[in-house]
T-cell receptor, first 114, second 107 residues
Framework: DGGITQSPKYLFRKEGQNVTLSCEQN?????MYWYRQDPGQGLRLIYY???????QKGDIAEGYSVSREKKESFPLTVTSAQKNPTAFYLC?????????????FGPGTRLTVL | KNQVEQSPQSLIILEGKNCTLQ??????????LRWYKQDTGRGPVSLTI???SENTKSNGRYTATLDADTKQSSLHITASQLSDSASYIC??????WGAGTKLIIKP
């Protein structure tokens, strides 16, 4: 995990509520990412940011929003528009956004919709 | 369609034994392939990275191989330990992720 923290570890949400997942890194990395992991599937990219104040949609951005106001922080909001939000959410960072730049992951947040 | 497929889905072996996990990909063009280890309920940790020109890369008891012609990679674990119990994920170009192989080491 080293250097990347995610909170909370477990999160429960009622249908219709927005929730925000926190991701902080102290590795001085420019790039940050949000992934969703479901059982039996590979990681799917939600959003990524190559630099402060800039971010791009990944493969499954619908129902999610992000901000990148500080280099260290990349919070993810799961909105009520996300139809199936129950999943394990992983935040990652890398020194840059090149294919060769290793991504370092946080410990994850498990979101459950009640 | 760019895909990464891993086999087997799950594997149980006894402590001390060796095992090999497979990764087939259809990604083109291709720059690099990584193997990650993910403990249950934790984030993945990078084990190895290979570019298209490399055939093998070792990290302790982990050895990854790559055949760019057949688009296949394998991860060989030698003298398995209980701490090797985890999911092992293959990813191409840090973009196309496999579903992983769940490895269980039994004492």
């Amino acid at each position: 995990d080293g250097g990347i923290t995610q909170s909370p570890k477990y999160l429960f949400r009622k249908e219709g509520q927005n929730v925000t997942l926190s991701c902080e890194q102290n590795l001085n990395h420019d790039a940050m990412y949000w992934y969703r992991q479901d059982p039996g599937q590979g990681l799917r990219l939600i959003y990524y940011s190559q630099i402060v104040n800039d971010f791009q949609k990944g493969d499954i951005a619908e129902g999610y929003s992000v901000s990148r106001e500080k280099k260290e922080s990349f919070p993810l909001t799961v909105t009520s528009a996300q139809k199936n939000p129950t999943a394990f959410y992983l935040c990652a960072s890398s020194i840059g956004a090149r294919y060769t730049d290793t991504q370092y992951f946080g410990p994850g947040t498990r979101l459950t919709v009640l | 369609k760019n895909q990464v497929e891993q086999s087997p889905q799950s594997l149980i072996i006894l402590e001390g034994k060796n095992c090999t996990l497979q990764c087939n990909y259809t990604v083109s063009p291709f720059s690099n392939l990584r193997w990650y280890k993910q403990d249950t309920g934790r984030g993945p940790v990078s084990l190895t990275i290979m570019t298209f020109s490399e055939n093998t890369k070792s990290n302790g008891r982990y050895t990854a191989t790559l055949d760019a012609d057949t688009k296949q990679s394998s991860l060989h674990i030698t003298a398995s330990q209980l701490s090797d119990s985890a999911s092992y994920i293959c990813v191409v170009d840090q973009l196309i992720w496999g579903a992983g192989t769940k490895l269980i080491i039994k004492p």
